[in-house]
Each structure stands twice: as C-alpha cells, then as structure tokens.
C-alpha cells in the first residue's frame, strides 16, 4: 500500500494545521506557503475522518489544476483515485475531495445544494463576498465530522474587504461570532522551503511597485494594488477637525447652500440615492443616503419606483437639513428609457420626484471623483461626507479597476452610491487646474501652531454643527 508523505509544515502551517474554529484565515502575503497548507491539511483531514467530503476553491479551471489537482495527483497516486470528469479524489476510507471554480456568480449554480464538512477557499480575496457567501452556506451536514471553512487571502481583489473585515478589522456583525474566527499570518519569510529553494524571491517581490510590495511583501491590508480611490481617507480623530479626512462629523447645512440628490436605479442590485450640499466655496458634502440593499452585500430590495419616490419624499420632509429646500435631482440617464414601456423616471415623477438626465461620461466622471478627493496643502478636500452615510464609507474605499477596462471601476463590485455621486460630481465639475493634491505631511509641532490655524478654519461652522 503507498504511503503518503508528509514534509513537515513550516510554524505557521502547524499553527493553521491545528486551527479548530469554524472559519480559519491563513496568510497575507505571497509565497507564504499557503496553496501547500491546502493541500497537506486537505489530505490529512480526508484520511484521519472516513467519508468526510472536501471542497478545494479557486477562481479559475487553470488554478485549480496547476495549484493543486496535478501535484495532488503526484502526491496521492495509489492513496486516492482522481476522477477527471467529476474532478473529485476518492479516497478508500470513502473520504472526497472535491474541486470547484468560480469566476463568475453562474458558476454557483454548479453547487445546486450539496454539503460539505469542510472547504477550502484558495486565495479568496479573489472571490466576492457574495460568492464565498454562496459557496460556504454548503457547509452543513448532520455527521460528527468537523465543520469548517478556511480561507487562504492576500491583500487586493473583489473579496479584500471582507477577509479584511472578518481577519484583519474582526470588525463582526451581529450575526456573527467573533469567537468563529481565527486568522494565521504568514509572510514569505515563514515558508522556510521558499527561502531555501529560491532565495531571490524575496528580491523579486522587493522589485514590485509600492503598493503591491506592501501588500504582497508585508501582507499589509490598507491600500491596495488596483483599489480605485486610494486617496479615500476616513480618521476618526479627524471627523471634528475635518483634517486629512473625507468622513466628518454631521452639522446644519446653512439654508443658503445649494442640495442636489443624486440616483442610480436598482432592483435585484440596490438602489442608491445620495443628497449634497454646495458651500460657497463650491465644496460638495454628502449630507444623507437612502440605499436599497438588504443586509447582503449587492443585494437589492426591490422597491418599484414609486416606493423609491416616496422614501425619497418622507427622507426630504423630515430631515431639518433637506426639508423645505428646493433640491435639483440629477439621475441616471437610462432611468428616461421607454422601450420596455413607462419609463422609471416618469414613475417616479407621478409621486413628484423628479429628475435632470445626469452625464454618464464614466472616466470624466471618475476625474471629477479624483479631483474632489485631492487634499491641499491644509489637507482639506472638496469633498466630504457624513458619517452616517455608512454605505458610501462602505463601498467607496472597496472599489477596484476593471481587468478588461483598466482605467474604469469594475462594474461588478458594488458601486451604485459611486455612481449616483459620480452624476453628481459631473453636474457641480471642477476645473483640474484649481486642484492642488497633497499627501499628509507628518511632521511634529511642538508649539500646537498647526492646531491654531484648525480651529480658526473651522470656527465658522461650529455653531451649526449637529
Ligand atoms: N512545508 C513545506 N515544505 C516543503 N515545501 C513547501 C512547504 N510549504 C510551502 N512549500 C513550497 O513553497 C512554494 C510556495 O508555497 P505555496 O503554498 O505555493 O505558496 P502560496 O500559495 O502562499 O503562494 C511551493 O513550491 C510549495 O510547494
Ligand atoms: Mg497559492
């Protein structure tokens, strides 16, 4: 009978190979050895629990073939036999391991309900959330078998946000238990094999570009390579002072500042509506939001039109900031679109909402966005936002390019505020040669004189802060 051999793991590996909670993250950065800690624990498992069913997941059919499939069918001929079609492993002991890709959400479909004690997702910041979402649910089963998911992630990707949330920030919701969830960092450094075999691939990841080093090299989560606003700011210590900061503190819009709403239609994806105020100075502040998504990321409530209008209304008579105020509507220009009968505008307008066609140019509009985030020199934007408008502060920061379109923001990721704000921007449109971009300048200031120079900034809107 073959036997199967076992390297030993590295202690990192060891600490995910003894990793009992029910989501398990492992690692951060590149070549820390984490494609090998799927394998090892994937094949411990399946001959330590007779008849336990494996999952192995990985955004694409070539991954999953050169990252696992043809090493494990080295490491586990005469152990367990490979079925092409199917793309299983079957063990004598009735344990499987099963192989999935998924690239797209009708890749899902392929799940149509079968359980699983335990999954793997490889590199799952490449998945969105709903997809790990979707995928994980299968984890079920009335045996003794253990019943976990591990994650294997690197910064950056449709999925950052949310291994971030639940590994990085432990930032949980009330639906989930903090006590779930464990993560192992591993760095390249900690795959000893690695540095053994190739030990220029550290130099090699020393020689990418700034933001792809920090992440891959130093598994920092932050910033991340392909993340559209990466000038995005939100410091809490900051929301008074409104410093190097886009998240501020609400205050009382002045009755003389002008307020635009903005909207982006949506159905079985949220909806978003999002108001602006315009000070003298023509900096925009997002001032309230009304978004339509359940609890799942991306997903829409389905509010027809005319229920949209009237949460609009009741928004705009009862908020002491909008109410009695003549606001301009600036939407989506497809939402005066006829050919599939009465337009969604015109629904709209019947409830009395109603709307300008909004320029829908995507990378002008995009600019726009860029522009407003610069920071001067006193590091003061000009643009801003409420910390109530929790959604926006959500999505915003989450975006990331497009592979196909690379200048453009991926259209997958939630980005239906970002569009309801980009029509906006394109409405109020500032002019590139007026914007002055600065990073923050850290520096100490032993006499306070930059802490004068705030306050006297900002005296003027004291009295109207909420
Ligand atoms: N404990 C180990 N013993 C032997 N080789 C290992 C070990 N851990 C990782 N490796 C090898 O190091 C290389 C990188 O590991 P891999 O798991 O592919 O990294 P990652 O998936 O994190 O990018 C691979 O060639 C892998 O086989
Ligand atoms: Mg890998």
Redesign the pocket.
Known sequence: MAELKL????KK?AAFMRAKKKHIGF?G??????????R?KSKLLALNYSGIKILIVRRTYPELIN?HINILRGELLGIAIYNTQEKVFRFRNGSTINFMYCQRDSDLDRLQGTEYDVIFL?EATQLTEHQMKTITACVRGVNDFPKRIYY?CNPGGQGHAYIKRIFIDKDYTSKEKAEDYEFIQ?LVQD????MK?QPDYIEQLEALPPKLREAWLLGKWDVFEGQVFEEWRNDEEHYKDRLWTHVIDPFRIPDAWKIYRGFDWGYSKPFSVGWFAVDHDGRMYRIRELYGCTGTPNEGVKWTPQEIARGIKEIEESDINLKGRFITGIADPSIYEESKGESIGSMMEAEQVYWEKADNTRLAGKMQCHYRLAFDENGIPMFYVFHTCRHFIRCIPNLIYDEHKVEDVDTDMEDHNYDEWRYVMMENPLNPEDIVTKEPVLQDDPLDLAKGKEEQQYDRYNFMKM
Request: charged share 10%.
């Open positions: 390297p030993p793991p590295n590996q690692g950065a590149r070549g820390g050895g984490k494609s090998w800690a799927v090892t990252n490889d294997t591993s795959n000893a094999a690695l075999s």
